[in-house]
């Protein structure tokens, strides 16, 4: 494979959101490290950075990220496989590893990761023999954004290469990786549910699904084990499960009151598992929204 060529990269390609699964242990133990290290690759003839190789940073806590993104959801997340003190080579010549080169790394460096969030964006298709017909929209996870107290980064899909800013997409979704890091030996003590949480899930389970009644039933006693905009769920065990149809049976808009956004419910084998409240206003919310600015819930 041309990848291990760059300096003994181990490219692992995947569909992005998956990808950001399978790592969002690893990516939410990076909350707390500071930013020692930002590496692009440089093409020396043309003075500018290699969009098509992996941005690389480090970290005090001693983890080497490497982020790629190619083709129009393709996303290689992989870790200390590349030795920067190797020359990568690729089909253009004169390339080199260059510390802090982009301006949207050097706003990074000695910050300390707060939250890690991937972002979505919407992928609109037209029918070009039927231009009359709607047209067809999906959400696609489509970059990682690395917040701070300081600037932000976000490592995005600028069409088959990597994009870099110190903000995020305006009109792009912004989830925590929180709900797919949740596993059991780590969790916290529970504790009952603040009035907005249960108030918003409440509120959720009133839209009918299939599984809504035993979740009803479960959220009666339901307790929460983390804090944040992604509230861990622990149902009683002996709870009878719920046969939902997917994972996120039941979600609303939330647009008022500064908020804008929308909200999750996650079940996992049956239990209610995660609350989240994800944004799309620049600044990180720091609380969920009120029941005043949440629409009507839709399964």
């Not at 093409?43 to 290699?50: C, N, P, T, V």
């Not at 253009?92 to 301006?103: E, K, N, Q, T």
């Not at 059991?184 to 003590?189: M, N, Y």
Request: hydrophobic share 45%.
């Amino acid at each position: 494979m041309w990848e291990s060529k760059i300096s003994g990269w181990q490219a692992d390609w995947r569909e992005a959101t998956e990808q950001v699964a399978r790592n969002a242990e690893a990516l939410a133990g990076l909350i707390g490290a500071r930013v020692t290290g930002a590496w692009t690759v440089w093409i020396a003839a043309a003075d500018e950075w290699f969009a098509d190789m992996p941005v690389v940073l480090e970290f005090d806590s001693g983890e080497q990220l490497e982020v790629c993104w190619q083709k129009m959801d393709n996303l290689s997340i992989s870790w200390s496989t590349i030795d920067l003190e190797r020359t990568p080579q690729a089909w253009v010549d004169g390339l080199s590893w260059r510390p802090w080169a982009h301006a949207s790394l050097n706003a990074l460096r000695d910050q300390v990761i707060t939250h890690v969030a991937r972002t979505e964006v919407l992928l609109s298709t037209t029918d070009v023999d039927h231009p009359r017909r709607p047209p067809r929209e999906v959400w696609m996870t489509g970059g990682l954004w690395f917040g701070t107290a300081g600037p932000g980064l976000h490592i995005f899909n600028a069409l088959d290469e990597n994009g870099l800013s110190n903000t995020a997409e305006p009109e792009s979704k912004t989830h925590l990786v929180a709900p797919a890091m949740r596993i059991e030996d780590r969790r916290l003590a529970t504790r009952p549910l603040h009035a907005t949480e249960r108030a918003i899930l409440e509120l959720l389970l009133t839209a009918d699904f299939p599984g809504v009644e035993e979740l009803r039933a479960q959220a009666r006693d339901v307790e929460a084990d983390s804090d944040g905009l992604v509230v861990g769920l622990v149902a009683r065990s002996d709870s009878p499960p719920a046969r939902v149809i997917t994972r996120t049976p039941v979600q609303a808009n939330v647009d008022g009151d500064g908020f804008d956004g929308g909200l999750l419910l996650f079940v996992d084998n049956g239990k209610l598992s995660a609350l989240e409240y994800w944004w799309v206003t620049e600044e990180v919310p720091d609380r969920f929204p009120p029941l005043s600015a949440i629409g009507t819930p839709r399964a």
